[in-house]
């Protein structure tokens, strides 16, 4: 354009609050007020003026461009037009899948479950997992390069617990009939040492030799401690893969002690000055590194006087490793093939399949999810990688290594007492306003599988009655597993990551409302109403300008704003915004079918245009529901 000035800086739009002034309005007027010492209406209206000369010939969607008197720039689109190119391009399963990973050549690594394999997860678990699968799903979606990596702390104090009661409290080897293993290995073996640490002090010197055993490859203790921590994993994994997660890299972290990687960084951090060992006062004899700004006090212990790593020092090499600061000096091996017959890979510290890793170290990105409460820990983790960086990090450490938080989940009181184990919580189902946190060393918590088992149990009664004559079982367990996995999925990823929630049983099953349910139900909803097409569907002619009610206008607009809900998400590491786009569409759905006839419509074109915007809205609906990792329904 030429009219002397230019905006600096983003350009900012909004829908207008009233229909009436267009689809779509500009602030660029209020930008440019300053530098074109001008009044924004009387900008807006020479924008206008200046765009209308050759976007509204040029331009395929525009319709109008005016300058509103209070200084917005306002244009309209041509909605027929518009509405036929995005009926076409919606039932495309690539609709929304923006290119923001440049063809695959970005690479993101996330990290995320990690539970230690000495129990079962329990709820709060699964915030951890569906948060971490609908990145790493959303990262995919938008042509990222993806790897997903699980952290099987095998070396530490909690393994050592469930040796303890194996060797020293005579617990059984195996399981009791029909229990899974980490069920047993967390709800009654941990449990239990916890309980016998408190009442025999002396109890704990078998802890401490156990880890130190564990930590050096005691062939006496290592084998063993490693046949017990993978039958735990593995039921852990069925947890996760039923949940619908799934892996790419176990790595694990005696295989990180095995290979040394903390002493290569270690000797790093002392040749460039980032360690420091100091010579008095309370840190006397420890490793030290200063990390400024810090609030809880400025100075972090990375080895103490003793000689042991902390936990700090233990979670470094692999972040570093990560964002490739540090070489890979692990070999691999074959797992186990999992259900979605992608292949699994375990770290080893040597004697391994091959060298080549199954994933990109060294990613543009590095995500790992983990709760608040660590948050100052990773704060510490990425401060040593920047020093470890120096001069070459540019700055870049802190976005390529980003911790991604989020707050913890408790019980609504009335669901942990309808739930098995409710008499650890002392709990009323008199008083469900009441939450119940939960402990996995107290033995205060419920596990993800009872809480599944509990919903799906929920849901098959539901779906039960909906479908009284159906009497194939497999059909109706199919149907309640997947109600369930939605409810769980859809409850713990709407809200804010900072927000602690509050899981609620019989909320989570509504039917009506922001649930998962209330998704699938839609969905199958819009399916019944494809299933009665026919050869209707090849009658008449595709005519978005008879698509005209309100109704028709919002839902089409809606599904025009995908790509920018999987944006914000992969932009602001949110997965919620998903979850709200899911449920706005399946709302403006509701009301588009309430207001209008599909298959009963007369005018032949009219029909098949409400038929195609039904099929553009299931197939929206559906890639939207699977960034969430929700599996659609044809029928509920």
Known sequence: MSLGYEAQGKLEWSEPPNKSFGDLSFRV??????QAKKKPPEIATELAQEISKSLLSEGRYVASVEGHQSGFLNFRIKDSVFFLDLLAKALDPSYGRIDL??????????????????????????????????????FKFTRHNVSVLNYID????????????????????DAPAGVKYDHYAGDSIYVEVNKQYAQNPTLKEKQKFVL??????????????????????????????????????????????????????????????????ETEGKFLGCWIVTVPGEKEGEDKVLVRADGTATYVAKDTPLAGLKVGLIPDRFSYTR???????????????????????????????????????????QRIITHILDQLAGTNSDGSIEERNVHLGYAIVSLSQKTASSLPGAEKFAVSAEEPSELVTMSGRKGTYINADDVLDA????????????????????????????LAISAVRFSLLKQDLDKIIVFDLEDALQLI???????????????????????????????PELLNTDSEVDLM?????????????????APKWIAHFSFELCEAFNKFYEKNRVIQEENVDRRHSRIALVLAFRSVLKNSLELLGIQTLERI
Not at 221 to 230: M, Y
Not at 233 to 261: H, M, N, P
Request: glycine share 6%.
């Open 29 to 34: 007027a209020y930008q440019l007020a300053k």
């Open 557 to 573: 607009k809606l599904i025009s704003k995908f790509d920018i809900y999987v944006e914000r998400s992969v932009k602001m590491l």
């Open 154 to 173: 095998d070396s530490g104090l909690q393994v050592a617990d469930i040796l303890v009661g194996l060797k020293f409290l005579n617990y059984p080897e």
């Open 101 to 138: 990973g440049e063809g695959g050549s970005k690479t993101v690594l996330v990290e995320h479950t990690a539970v230690n394999p000495n129990k079962a997860l329990h709820i709060g678990h699964l915030r951890n997992v569906a948060i971490g699968d609908s990145v790493s799903r959303i």
């Open 455 to 482: 919903v799906k149990s929920k849901a098959l009664e539901e779906t039960k009655k909906r479908n009284t004559s159906v009497t194939d079982e497999k059909w109706l367990d199919t149907v309640s597993e997947q």
């Open 335 to 377: 797992y186990i093939v999992q259900p979605n017959e992608t292949q699994l890979w375990r770290t080893r510290a040597e004697g391994g399949e091959t060298k080549t890793p199954p994933v990109p170290w060294g990613a543009d990105k590095s995500i790992t999810v983990i709760d608040t409460r660590q948050a100052r820990l």
């Open 212 to 277: 130190k055993a564990i930590e050096e490859r005691d062939p006496d203790v290592f084998p063993f401690a490693a046949k017990i921590t993978d039958r735990i994993l593995r039921e852990q994994l069925v947890t996760c893969w039923r949940f619908g997660a799934f892996y790419d890299l176990l790595v694990y972290e005696s295989d990180i002690i095995q290979s040394k990687l903390w002493e290569y960084v270690f000797s790093e951090l002392k040749a460039r000055g980032i360690a420091r060992h």
């Open 513 to 543: 409302g922001e649930t998962g349910p209330y998704m699938l139900y839609t969905f199958a909803r819009a399916s019944s109403i494809t299933s009665k097409i026919g050869e209707m569907e090849s009658e008449g002619e595709l005519s």
